[in-house]
């Protein structure tokens, strides 16, 4: 029996926070894990399994596989941005750049429900992880007072 889309959906982007809010306490509680558990690794590794999706895209031949295709080169390029950029590496008291991340990370939950109506499972699982990823690194520097940690930067006071 096939799983109703909303649910698959509800279900990939629910997984996705959790696992992010559960990596970002757990940094932010004990900032030796840090050292093996880098913030990099979860944006190289989204990007990795995106391109499995592109991959798998260029050899498929049906109309689906081009959408997908070039949906899967956006997320691509915007995910790659956001890591140049490091938007959430450095949080303001203010609470105004955590609402800007938040909003950064809205196009991914977006993105997360196509690829499960299409069932494009290395690209949803590939935007998940980076939203896990970057939800975990709100959660860090929005309690960090004296250092914070971004993709491929850190901070300290």
């Known amino acids: 029996m096939r799983m109703n889309i909303t649910l698959r959906i509800c279900l990939m ?8 809010l559960a990596w970002g306490l757990m940094v932010s509680a004990d900032q030796s894990v840090l050292r093996w558990l880098q913030f990099r690794y979860g944006g190289i590794v989204s990007v990795l399994v995106l ?4 991959i798998r895209c260029m050899v498929g031949r049906s109309v689906v596989d081009k959408r997908v295709l070039w949906m899967c080169v956006a997320v691509v390029m915007y995910e790659v941005v956001l890591m140049v950029e490091e938007p959430f590496a450095h949080l303001s008291d203010d609470g105004s750049t955590t609402a800007i991340g938040l909003l950064l990370l809205a196009p991914l939950l ?9 069932g494009e499972w290395s690209g ?6 980076f939203f896990a990823t970057s939800t975990a690194m709100l959660i860090l520097n929005g309690n960090a007072v004296d250092a914070g940690s971004g993709f491929f930067r850190s901070w300290a006071r």
Not at 51 to 54: A, F, H, K, S
Not at 110 to 118: D, E, N, P, Q, S
Not at 124 to 129: N, T
């Open 13 to 20: 982007q629910l997984t996705a926070a959790l696992l992010g």
């Open 51 to 54: 391109g499995l999706g592109i």
């Open 110 to 118: 977006l993105v997360m429900g196509f690829f499960a109506r299409v």
């Open 124 to 129: 949803g699982i590939g935007a998940a992880l």
